[in-house]
């Protein structure tokens, strides 16, 4: 079967989520990896909504955090407030973000556009992101990958990575161990130098070259293994996510 650089994104990020962990989502691509990871390899992982779903069986693509579909066979309906404390307590495993901008140490902006005081773009800022990248363990950012968006430096840190560098996170009070994980782009999957924490290149995405993706970053990648190839979506992955997870094509699109 064929496939878009959506599903390949899509399925990429649902490997990375391990059976019997957590994951803090939203709506969109993050959910619908996760609702593909739960499907396949991970069925007892625990999804996690910012508006108090807890361990919800999604039955259909929710709409939004709150949507009622969030609470289907949940093991709880709470608050944000007590999801938010769960992530501060060290209890969730993995979270999904993006961003506007994103910068070589997985710092990301999705406030402004621009001068603060004066931005070209005002932005939705940060709604849990701060919060959700601060305290939970890894966090897998989504994005499409230009040079705009990949940028040297942020026009505003809205929500942190590995902020300047080894040991910036925990000089800033955020607990050890904490930080990006991965990036996911409908390019390739990046991860982070271990000594420098800087974005590097782990595997690039069926027909796509290295010489694609550093045209396509704003920044020097780091050095790093030869990049593996990002395993294509298998049929199966691919029937799931068109006939189960989202069957309306809010997330996939029209066509393909």
Partial sequence: MSFTATE????????????????????????AAAMLA????????????????VAPQLPTMPVSVGDSTTFHRALMA????????FCQRG??????????????????????????????VRLPGSG??????????????VMKHDAKKFSEKLDFLTTPGYLT???????????????PHRVITDLCVLDFCPTTKRMRVKSLHPGRTLEEVKAATGFALADGPPPEQTPAPTDEQLRILR??????????????
């Avoid at 849990?128 to 950012?141: K, V, Y």
């Avoid at 006939?243 to 393909?256: E, F, I, N, Q, S």
Wanted: glycine fraction near 14%.
């Fill in 8 to 31: 390949v994104m899509i399925c990429s990020a649902a490997r990375e989520l391990e059976d019997g962990k957590s994951v803090a989502v939203g709506t969109g691509l993050p959910c």
């Fill in 38 to 53: 739960q499907r396949t390899h991970a069925p007892n992982l625990v999804i996690l909504f910012e508006a108090g779903g």
């Fill in 78 to 85: 709470t608050s944000m407030a007590d999801v938010m404390q």
């Fill in 91 to 120: 209890m969730v495993d993995y979270t999904f973000l993006s961003g506007a901008q994103i910068d070589p140490y997985g710092n990301l902006n999705s406030t402004v556009i621009g001068p603060h005081a004066k931005p070209k």
């Fill in 128 to 141: 849990g992101a701060n919060d959700l990248a601060s305290f939970c363990w890894r966090t897998l950012i």
């Fill in 165 to 179: 560098g080894p040991g910036a996170r925990e000089a800033a009070g955020l607990p050890p161990g904490t930080g």
């Fill in 243 to 256: 006939t189960d997870v989202d069957p309306g094509r809010y997330v996939l699109g029209k066509a393909g």
